[in-house]
């Protein structure tokens, strides 16, 4: 597609109930990046993605949360169990490998946990 | 670890004005790569303009220019002739460059531009 598309756009869920995230980069991007984006805070890193390389973790808060990446395009960034602290702007931005720093990003999914 | 500080949460200008961002980070590395991005109300981030850390020649695009301190680890951005499409929060970011492969950024809190007609 022309750019990255994520959906939904908005998610509103009950605290302890399991959500899916999805992300459609730009084809032919490699690396693909989740960020989390709370109330008044700047970005902060979750994981990511590079071709068939096992993925960066680092930054994943707890175990309550994971992603894949299937077939080196589509991402899933599952939360299970959520919990009210996890409402956010959940942003994925995609780029080639060569590319210092030219991410593009979608548009986020807005979280509510209620 | 890497940190970026916006000690400015809230800016605002006139429309036509020059307005001055700061950012300062903190590194132990000697090249890295610095940005900064626009996240309007559509919450989808866009580049803005990037330097190299290496380069002595501030970075410009059209309106937008930095003033890039090294040696005091600083990063501003100026914009000139406001325009109310400018009015966004606007992100100052760090890669390193060491880490060839994950080009993870770290960002700033951010600071939010108002454009005053």
């Known amino acids: 597609g022309a750019g990255v598309s994520q959906s939904p756009s908005n998610k509103v869920t009950e605290k302890g109930k399991d959500v899916e995230l999805r992300c459609d980069p730009i084809?032919?991007?490699?690396?693909l990046y989740w960020y989390r984006q709370s109330l008044g805070q700047g970005l902060e890193f979750l994981i990511y993605?590079?071709?068939?390389?096992?993925?960066?973790k680092s930054g994943l808060p707890s175990d309550r949360f994971s992603a894949e990446r299937t077939g080196g395009s589509v991402s899933t960034l599952t939360i299970q169990r959520t919990q009210q602290e996890d409402s956010a702007v959940y942003l994925c931005?995609?780029?080639?490998?060569?590319?210092?720093?030219?991410?593009?990003f979608g548009s986020g999914t807005r979280l509510t946990v209620v | 670890a890497q940190t970026v500080t916006q000690s400015q949460p809230e800016m605002s200008v006139q429309e036509a004005e020059t307005v001055t961002l700061s950012c300062t980070y903190d590194?132990?590395?000697?090249?890295?790569?610095l940005f900064w991005y626009k996240q309007p109300p559509s919450r989808q981030m866009i580049l803005v303009i990037r330097?190299?850390?290496?380069?002595?020649q501030n970075a410009t695009e059209n309106r937008f220019s930095v003033n890039f301190q090294k040696a005091a680890k600083s990063f501003s951005l100026k914009i000139s002739d406001s325009q109310l499409g400018d009015a966004a929060m606007y992100f100052c970011?760090?890669?390193?460059?060491?880490?060839?492969?994950?080009?993870?950024?770290?960002f700033g809190t951010g600071t939010r531009l108002t454009i005053i007609p």
């Open positions: 931005a995609s780029s080639l490998r060569s590319t210092a720093g030219g991410y593009t």
């Open positions: 084809s032919g991007h490699t690396a």
């Open positions: 330097q190299e850390a290496y380069k002595q």
């Open positions: 993605f590079q071709g068939n390389s096992a993925p960066d």
């Open positions: 590194t132990s590395e000697s090249d890295y790569y």
């Open positions: 970011a760090y890669r390193s460059q060491s880490n060839f492969g994950n080009e993870k950024l770290t």
